[in-house]
């Protein structure tokens, strides 16, 4: 691949891939969707506790836990800070689970970590590639934050807005839209690999099982804090997705496109397959269950 076209994919055409999967989702809310922060504040609050609190503490631990290189650590750390993504969603509404509950969490915790990500990442950076060896990127918190507005909350935004006044145009072009979430994934991942597939083939032993560790703790975690505050099977599955499943065409834009660290992405690249594969696995699993018990919604 020539330095150009690396250049385009980075600049071009993951930013626009991100803001179609923003766009996508946007489409399918209305205000009234968050009206579940008071009816459920419990399933919310759980989520969004899960994705933004718990899950970043799990990378910085277990990044540490398995002794990642500084570059594979951070990388991890990164994943771990990024929202859910829409492919949560479309899992989701596959496995049965509360596709309402998955919609706003995706939702807002894509809203709040446009503030939270360049405040973690200005920490993570030094902290974790300080004593590495390694070329420290710089970031501007400010930038970051207005950059992330752009290509999230606007989107977003813009695609609710559509939803209020075209609702018939917002449902075709939503219909349209729904694979852009996995197909963009999908090409990222597959571009970032195939720049970087020495070193994705270099470090899966060292970084794999660190990174399913993470992916399958995140989703338990997620589901079992939901059993604990008496969900049901669909909501706790819902939560064990949306805790598991991030945005990694987040993560790969930021750590190509905003840091441009091929490194850093190499666990991002990994993660993003392990949690689909581990996500399907969770919902064959509740399935079952679901069919043995009949009726939906009993726990």
């Known amino acids: 691949m020539t330095p150009e076209f690396v250049a385009f994919v980075n600049s071009v055409f993951v930013p626009v891939g991100l803001m179609l999967i923003m766009f996508s989702m946007g489409l399918t809310l209305v205000l009234r969707d968050f009206g579940l922060v008071l009816t459920h504040p419990r399933m919310v609050i ?33 994943i771990s800070i990024c929202p ?64 992330l507005l752009q290509l999230t909350a606007a989107p977003i935004a813009a695609g609710m807005l559509v939803r209020h006044f075209a609702p018939d145009k917002a449902g ?29 083939l270099l470090n899966l ?28 099977r669909r909501d706790s599955m819902t939560i064990g997705i949306e805790v598991g499943v991030q945005n990694a065409t987040m993560a790969i834009f930021l750590t190509l496109t905003m840091l441009g660290s091929l490194p850093l992405a190499v666990t991002q690249n990994i993660y993003g397959v392990v949690m689909i594969l581990n996500a399907f696995l969770l919902i064959r699993w509740f399935r079952r269950r679901l069919d043995r018990n009949g009726a939906a919604g009993r726990p």
């Open 172 to 200: 075709r072009m939503a219909t349209w839209l729904r694979p852009t979430s996995l197909i963009v994934l999908v090409g990222v991942i597959a571009f970032s690999v195939a720049v970087s597939l020495e070193m994705v």
């Open 84 to 147: 859910a993504g829409t492919t949560s969603n479309a899992l989701t509404f596959v496995g049965r689970g509360n596709v309402a509950l998955a919609v706003v969490l995706t939702a807002l915790s894509s809203m709040v970590t446009v503030f939270s990500i360049p405040l973690l990442l200005s920490w993570a950076i030094p902290f974790f590639l300080t004593d590495g060896g390694a070329d420290i990127p710089t970031l501007s918190v400010p930038g970051t934050i207005l950059q």
């Open 46 to 78: 759980v989520g969004l506790g899960g994705q933004l609190i718990m899950l970043p503490i799990l990378g910085l631990l277990i990044g540490t836990l398995f002794r990642l290189s500084p570059e594979l650590a951070l990388g991890l750390f990164i």
């Open 205 to 232: 032993v060292a970084a794999g099982p660190a990174i399913w560790t993470l992916n399958v703790a995140a989703i338990a975690a997620g589901v079992g804090l939901a059993r604990a505050l008496g969900a049901d």
